[in-house]
């Protein structure tokens, strides 16, 4: 066939695959072979035209920062730690482990202390120390946090987008409503109860509950699902002391206040882990914070033990208890969760656990649930608070609105509490996470 | 209790997604574990079957399967699973693809500027097919450094192409920075909201000197490319086609999205997540263990399909002390040293390519004694041994085929 004959010496005409695919035989080579596919997949490049992407801040910049005497680039702190190019990427390169060190690097060494931005994204990060000053006194942190002078005023000079309502804080936290329930004692009972109805008299059946900030301050409904449904299947609960379990300060490049929390929390679960509790997490950037982001960042005692004892809590049941099957054979009669328009959050993907509600609720008599899609709602914890990244944000999570418009019904449910939020702000929908939902079918 | 299904598929590239399928269509409850992304995305989107034999370019693949030596994925599943898989393809791809009217190879033209056999081929790039004789005009865009339409025109007269190919180049509408991802291109283009078709064919227009057919890279869209296409072919006056590109590809990315509503539509469940050990009673697996960030979780299954990947996709390892198979620990057969594993010249015969676990008829693994490594688990795609996916152009074909018969036996097995 002429058509193939070579037309130079040079030119190889026969183009079988793309360029320098050749597979990598030396071991410990660097990676990333520059595929690409990380930057298909990162929802910031995708709208931003200025930000370079994961390859770039992952390997290319950390070989650079090797080579010379570069400092790292700004852009960074676009970067949102979805960590969506972690489990995009084919060679396994520790994408986002590279961004949360470049980030904590440039923080560090290029951000001024004290620059309004250094303290906008402290505080930020710090939610849970506003939302414990905040839970105090909730009717008046509501009404003073989304009062308008003062919205303006934080966006204007301190960078907070006066285009979002601030989440209401709960008039009773979830640690009240425990201690008010009887703590673990009172959670012994119950369980010990459940466990004689269910025929289990004899097993031990202990986790350990790690609620994290927003399921304590501002959705104790979420927490207080949790309980109900361990309950049910017989688990003695206890919700030890912790702090923030760190993703909003990774996000903000704060790994210093991150492992000040971290070591509080290894502690006091970790403890747990020893004495054969399981560790449960109902937020999904939680739960990835203690699985994966602490043993990558920190070196603290027990964090190994407590990364692979820790599990988000429909994960849990699904794989210790029959919980597909007594959804299958339940029937919800809320007619308010009919219809759910269900968003992955971008760290319930990153473990697996993308397609686990849906599947669930696939059986469950009185629910329908239809996923809105793949793509990120784009708020990423504290990004979309920020001013200067709140059109980026919504830029992002456009799709995901449309889908949810196009879903019969106007309740949202997602994992995340972050991603609830948007999801909120975008639609005006009523959010409900997964737990709530087993709570209706089963309790 | 726990997670089960009958059917569990470890690796959701081509391979793994077909064999999800055919499970699926055998009436199984199919379950797909896959670690990140497939391969599916970089690949030209091009489906061969077999393109070179020896060396020479194939007009009729299914003629050359015959003389395949036996160790070869095709001649052990035979011609009517090559057949199978292709027809599980088109059903997935329906309209979107082309070359399903005949057994014969068809010639397309890629941003190199060479022509590349191939069975199947995206409806996007039709018009541009080598062997028809209507004259072209390649269009790249400067910010796209990755195709140069003028030098991929040279190479094709060069190759001496029935039609007369000019190149040229032109600024994408709203300039895009240098090293923008292809998904900008493509995002622009389908959300058109600053008119960016209408633009782009404006510029075209000005270099465009009536060829009755125009190339652009293939960056025409990702959900609406027809679309595109239409609007550009219709102000231009000229069809309009898309010429392959490298990693990361439109048509794989598009390709994959057709993957991925099938698997839901079959009612796959789809896990993204690592599969790191197994447990077995003997030589019958019970389950895959699926890593979840430090956590592990067995998914239990009845029929297991092991189908990720070769070197690439990172289902055959290789570091100095050798070349495995790193799931279930399988047999993989290469010389004991190293220095064996490639020869230097550079278009020679590759022996590592060809790495792979060996499997018998029914596609199941054998240990290097010949027995069966497990009962219930089969192989397919890249992570069989005995292709040269790059040099004889067969690489989704085979995974095609040996995903197709794996899942279908698979399937067959639990029912
Ligand atoms: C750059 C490139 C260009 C190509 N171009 C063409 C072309 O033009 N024409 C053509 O016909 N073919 C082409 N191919 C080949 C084709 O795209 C596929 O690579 C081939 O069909 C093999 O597919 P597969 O499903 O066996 O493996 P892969 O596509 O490699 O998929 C394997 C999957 O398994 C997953 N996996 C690996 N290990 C694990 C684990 N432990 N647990 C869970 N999941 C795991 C991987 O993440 C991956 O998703 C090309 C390939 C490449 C890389
Ligand atoms: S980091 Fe991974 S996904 Fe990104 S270019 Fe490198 S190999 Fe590809
Ligand atoms: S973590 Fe998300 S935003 Fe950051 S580079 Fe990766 S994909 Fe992009």
């Known amino acids: 066939m002429s058509d193939a004959e070579s037309p130079s010496d040079e030119f190889e005409p026969i183009e079988v695959f793309p360029d320098d695919e050749t597979p990598d035989l030396r071991p410990g080579a660097d990676d990333c072979y520059k595929c690409s596919t990380c930057d298909t997949n990162c929802p910031v490049a995708e709208v931003d035209d200025d930000f370079p992407g994961p390859k770039f801040q992952g390997p290319e910049q950390w070989r650079l920062k090797r080579k010379e005497d570069t400092s790292v680039d700004d852009s960074i702190s676009k970067c949102s730690n979805c960590m969506r190019c972690d ?6 390169v520790p994408l986002s482990q590279m961004h949360n060190t470049a980030r904590a690097e440039y923080v560090d060494e290029e951000l001024s202390k004290t620059s309004l931005t250094y303290w906008r994204n402290r505080v930020l990060a710090n939610y849970r120390t506003s939302a414990f000053l905040a839970s105090k006194v909730p009717r008046v942190a509501n009404a003073a946090m989304n009062f308008g002078p003062a919205r303006w005023a934080m966006d204007r000079l301190f960078g907070i987008t006066s285009e979002r309502e601030f989440p209401a804080f709960a008039t009773e936290t979830f640690r009240e409503w425990w201690e008010r329930e009887g703590g673990a004692d009172g959670s012994r009972e119950r369980a010990r109860a459940a466990r004689e ?45 912790q702090r923030c379990s760190g993703t909003p300060m990774f996000a903000n490049g704060m790994l210093d206040d991150a492992e000040r929390h971290a070591k509080v929390n290894v502690s006091s679960m970790g403890d747990l882990v020893e004495q054969g509790y399981d560790a449960i997490a109902s937020c999904t950037s939680c739960s990835m914070a203690l699985r994966q982001e602490y043993p990558e960042l920190f070196d603290i005692d027990g964090i190994e033990d407590l990364a692979e004892n820790t599990w988000e809590a429909l994960e849990y049941l699904r794989v210790q208890e029959d919980l597909s099957g007594e959804l299958s054979a339940a029937t919800v009669e809320d007619e308010n969760i009919a219809e759910l328009a269900y968003h992955a959050p971008c760290h319930a993907r990153n473990q697996g656990l993308d397609g686990q509600a849906l599947e669930l609720f696939a059986d469950l008599a009185g629910v329908d649930a239809e996923d809105v899609g793949d793509s990120c709602s784009g708020i990423s914890g504290t990004y979309g608070w920020k001013s200067e990244k709140y059109d980026t944000s919504m830029k992002i999570g456009d799709e995901m609105f449309e889908h949810m418009e196009d879903v019969e019904g106007e309740v949202g449910m997602t994992e995340c509490p972050t991603c609830a939020m948007q999801m909120e702000h975008g639609t005006g929908y009523e959010i409900k996470h997964p737990l709530e939902i087993v709570e209706s079918a089963l309790v | 209790m726990a997670i089960e299904d009958d059917v569990l598929v470890v690796g959701g590239g081509v391979a793994g997604m077909t064999a999800a399928l055919a499970a699926a269509e055998a009436g199984a409850s199919v379950r797909l574990v896959t670690k990140s992304q497939s391969t599916l995305r970089h690949a030209s989107g091009l489906v061969d079957v077999l393109g070179y034999a020896d060396g ?25 699973a090559v057949r199978d898989g292709l027809a599980r393809f088109d059903a997935v791809t329906g309209e979107r693809y082309r070359g399903g009217h005949t057994d014969r190879n068809a010639l397309l033209p890629t941003h190199g500027g060479a022509v590349k056999p191939t069975a199947r081929y995206p409806a996007s790039a039709a018009a541009g097919l080598a062997s028809d004789e209507r004259d072209a005009l390649l269009v790249g865009f400067e910010t796209l450094s990755d195709f140069d339409a003028p030098l991929a025109a040279d190479h094709l007269r060069a190759a001496d192409v029935p039609f007369d190919v000019r190149g040229a180049t032109v600024s994408f509408p709203g300039t895009p920075r240098a090293d923008a991802k292809v998904t900008r291109y493509a995002h622009a283009l389908d959300g058109n909201d600053d008119e960016e078709r209408e633009r782009l064919a404006a510029r075209v227009a000005r270099v465009h000197d009536g060829e009755p057919r125009v190339g652009f890279p ?50 796959v469940n789809v896990v993204r997540r690592p599969v790191v050990d197994y447990e077995a009673d003997g030589e019958h697996l019970t389950a895959a263990v699926v890593e979840r960030n430090g956590q592990h979780v067995p998914h239990h299954a009845e029929s297991f399909v092991l189908a990720t990947g070769g070197l690439v996709g990172e289902g055959i390892d290789s570091d100095r002390g050798g070349v495995r198979e790193p799931v279930f620990d399988c047999h993989v057969p290469h010389p004991a040293d190293r220095y064996d594993w490639f020869v230097d010249e550079r278009f020679g015969e590759q022996p590592y390519p060809r790495f792979g676990v060996v499997v018998d008829d029914d596609l199941r693994p054998r240990d290097a004694e010949g027995r069966i490594e497990f009962e219930n688990l089969r192989a397919a795609g890249s992570v069989v041994g005995g292709a040269d996916f790059a040099a004889e152009c067969s690489g989704m074909g085979v995974s095609l085929a040996t995903g197709d018969a794996a899942g279908s036996a698979a399937g067959a097995d639990t029912q």
């Open chain 1, 197 to 241: 109805r269910r025929g289990e008299e004899g097993e031990e059946k202990k986790v350990a509950y790690f609620h994290g900030c927003y399921a304590n301050y501002n959705t104790p409904a979420v927490g207080k699902a949790m309980v109900r449904v361990f309950e049910h299947f017989g688990y003695e609960l206890v919700v030890p002391k």
């Open chain 2, 56 to 80: 020479d370019l194939l007009a009729d693949p299914f003629a050359a399967l015959d003389d395949l030596p036996a160790d070869h994925p095709y001649a052990k599943v035979g011609v009517e």
């Open chain 1, 87 to 92: 489990s995009a990427c084919p060679s396994d």
């Open chain 2, 218 to 267: 293939a960056v025409l869209g990702e959900a609406h490319p027809g679309d595109v296409r239409a609007t550009l072919a219709d102000a231009l006056d000229a069809d309009v086609f898309e010429v392959p590109m490298g990693p990361p590809s439109l048509p794989g990315i598009r390709l994959e999205a057709d993957y991925e509503r099938a698997l839901r539509e079959a009612g």
